[in-house]
T-cell receptor, first 109, second 116 residues
């Protein structure tokens, strides 16, 4: 079966750095996505990785290792508004998105 | 301008009723989707339409029927609602589903359905 694993919840301090991990087992791979979802709102696109390595976009970076079936989302200089759920999703060989349950990130002052 | 809009945002109804959720996108995208997000926060795809043709039909009950009058609209009709149908339903769109692009999805705000 296809599976995406990520921690249920994480807590971090404003101004700090946090790394949210995602491991996956899917039938084929056509890219990995990270989405941000604030409570009661729609998911919004953060990043896309299809090749191994680090993609940096402002305070957010996403890393991929296809051989390990592993990705992480790195958030720097945390702000209170970063409190949200972060969803990892993998595009499989049929170009279907397989979603993780999301990691709820709580930022404390 | 709202890219993907869906109505209603909230829907409270009794078991056994029939209800519809409407979705429209003004992004010129070819592909539209319906997702269900349950209390455990998993996003599960229900349907996908590419240029008015159904291309994914996951194992959802046939009480759920998508209708796409044109590629900018994908409506969801639900017959004989059950308690387990309570969830947030998200409409989404993307440029294409089979091209090697980012596949970025643009989501509507969600429709929270509560079945009593």
């Amino acid at each position: 079966g296809q599976n995406i694993d990520q921690p249920t919840e994480m807590t971090a301090t404003e101004g700090a750095i946090v790394q949210i991990n995602c491991t996956y087992q899917t039938s084929g791979f056509n890219g990995l996505f990270w989405y941000q979802q604030h409570a009661g709102e729609a998911p919004t696109f953060l990043s896309y990785n299809v090749l191994d390595g680090l993609e940096e976009k402002g305070r957010f970076s996403s890393f991929l290792s296809r051989s390990k079936g592993y990705s992480y989302l790195l958030l720097k200089e945390l702000q209170m508004k970063d409190s949200a759920s972060y969803l990892c999703a993998v595009c499989d060989s049929n170009y279907q998105l397989i979603w993780g349950a999301g990691t709820k990130l709580i930022i404390k002052p | 301008d709202t890219a993907v809009s869906q109505t209603p945002k909230y829907l409270v109804t009794q078991m056994g009723n029939d209800k519809s959720i409407k979705c429209e996108q003004n992004l010129g995208h070819d592909t539209m989707y319906w997702y269900k997000q349950d209390s455990k926060k998993f996003l599960k795809i229900m349907f996908s339409y590419n240029n008015k043709e159904l291309i994914i039909n996951e194992t959802v009950p046939n009480r759920f029927s998508p209708k796409s009058p044109d590629k900018a609209h994908l409506n969801l009709h639900i017959n004989s609602l059950e308690l387990g149908d309570s969830a947030v339903y998200f409409c989404a769109s993307s440029q294409a589903v089979l091209e090697p692009n980012t596949g970025e999805l643009f989501f509507g705000e969600g429709s929270r359905l509560t079945v009593l």
